[in-house]
């Protein structure tokens, strides 16, 4: 009996040391696992769907990265929470990561910019004005004296939308108004607005006014492109194309160019699998499926060096092992 007894009392002993080993295992690989705040922008915006499709695929398929999508004003804001350290990834239009390494415009009295390192070219980003065909305006003059929604505070389609305004002499000719994407797709169809401003496409608020109601994006002329690109010279003229917006033929729109952004001290091995996660073909056309965008996506090495910025070490050893450092 005392030997019976003195078996089960070793065998509960062996139980607890391995549920023991069990859980301080499991505990170490929960404090291994590398949470990643990452910034797009409020829900309606382009960089917000990014993200959201991005996140979640990434820490599906690496479950050492806990992605955490972060809801923000969009560039701008996402920019000025990776210099205060208080995201890890963000998408940032190259003007801004230009700005931010200056510490002029909306980043003076910012810490300079020299943490914003490269991951990838997200896509291009054309800004634009968006009214009912119903309106009666057709041109961007014709925005005197309207109610226009530039963007949620924080945003970079109000950095983007304010900078074109001003360029062409009319950003104190409007009433402007700041809203989120999806609230001011919302006002425009009840015709509580004139007009709004959008940058990126295809934007959700723009996408789903065009289907119900109906979409007229305002064009540029020759002479307001000269005057938005003298005063801002880091905005190209691209074409939007047909098809972008149901209804909505080629535009010429002022446009930036985008990126994900990795904070220096984002692990370089965790840049480096993430990268070589989302370039490759099954995941790369997952991504494009989730959210149109994503099919933009490119190294873009060479782009975000003549802002004078870094790749981060991360992408820098995976673009070179790929062969695609000079893309």
């Known amino acids: 009996m005392k030997m019976k007894r003195l078996f089960v009392w070793s065998l509960v002993v062996g139980l607890v040391f391995c549920f023991g080993q069990s859980a301080n295992q499991n505990t170490a690989f929960a404090q291994d696992k590398i949470n990643i705040a990452w910034g797009g922008s409020?829900?309606?915006?382009?960089?917000?769907?990014?993200?959201?499709?991005?996140?979640?695929?990434?820490?599906?398929?690496?479950?050492?990265?806990?992605?955490?999508?972060?809801?923000?004003?969009?560039?701008?804001?996402?920019?000025?929470?990776?210099?205060?350290?208080?995201?890890?990834?963000?998408?940032?239009?190259?003007?801004?990561?230009?700005?931010?390494?200056?510490?002029?415009?909306?980043?003076?009295?910012?810490?300079?910019?020299?943490?914003?390192?490269?991951?990838?070219?997200?896509?291009?980003?054309?800004?634009?004005?968006?009214?009912?065909?119903?309106?009666?305006?057709?041109?961007?003059v014709d925005l005197k004296g309207k109610t226009v929604a530039l963007g949620p505070p924080g945003s970079g389609t109000v950095f983007n939308c304010s900078n074109m305004l001003r360029a062409v002499g009319m950003l104190d000719k409007i009433k402007p108004r700041m809203m989120t994407?999806?609230?001011?797709?919302?006002?425009?169809?009840?015709?509580?607005?004139?007009?709004?401003?959008?940058?990126?496409?295809?934007?959700?608020?723009?996408?789903?006014?065009?289907?119900?109601?109906?979409?007229?994006?305002?064009?540029?002329?020759?002479?307001?492109?000269g005057k938005i690109m003298k005063d801002y010279p880091f905005y190209t003229r691209v074409v939007m194309p047909e098809g972008t917006y149901k209804g909505v033929p080629d535009i010429d729109l002022p446009t930036l160019t985008?990126?994900?952004?990795?904070?220096?001290r984002v692990p370089k091995q965790a840049v480096y699998d993430i990268l070589k996660l989302v370039f490759e073909p099954k995941i790369s056309k997952e991504l494009g499926d989730g959210y149109k965008t994503w099919k933009q996506m490119a190294p873009g090495v060479q782009s975000y060096l003549e802002l004078g910025a870094q790749m981060h070490p991360g992408a820098e050893a995976y673009y070179k092992e790929m062969g695609w450092w000079n893309k």
């Open 258 to 264: 985008v990126y994900w952004v990795a904070h220096e």
């Open 42 to 140: 409020s829900p309606g915006g382009v960089m917000y769907y990014m993200v959201g499709v991005a996140g979640t695929i990434i820490s599906r398929e690496l479950p050492q990265y806990n992605i955490t999508q972060v809801s923000t004003g969009g560039s701008t804001e996402n920019t000025k929470r990776l210099l205060k350290g208080e995201l890890d990834m963000g998408i940032s239009y190259g003007a801004h990561v230009y700005l931010a390494r200056k510490q002029e415009g909306p980043f003076k009295g910012f810490p300079k910019g020299d943490m914003l390192m490269g991951v990838t070219k997200a896509y291009a980003g054309p800004t634009y004005f968006i009214t009912r065909p119903t309106t009666g305006i057709k041109k961007i």
């Open 181 to 225: 994407f999806a609230d001011a797709g919302r006002a425009m169809a009840n015709n509580q607005i004139d007009a709004f401003c959008q940058s990126s496409a295809p934007a959700a608020a723009v996408k789903e006014l065009a289907e119900t109601k109906g979409a007229y994006i305002l064009p540029f002329s020759d002479d307001e492109f």
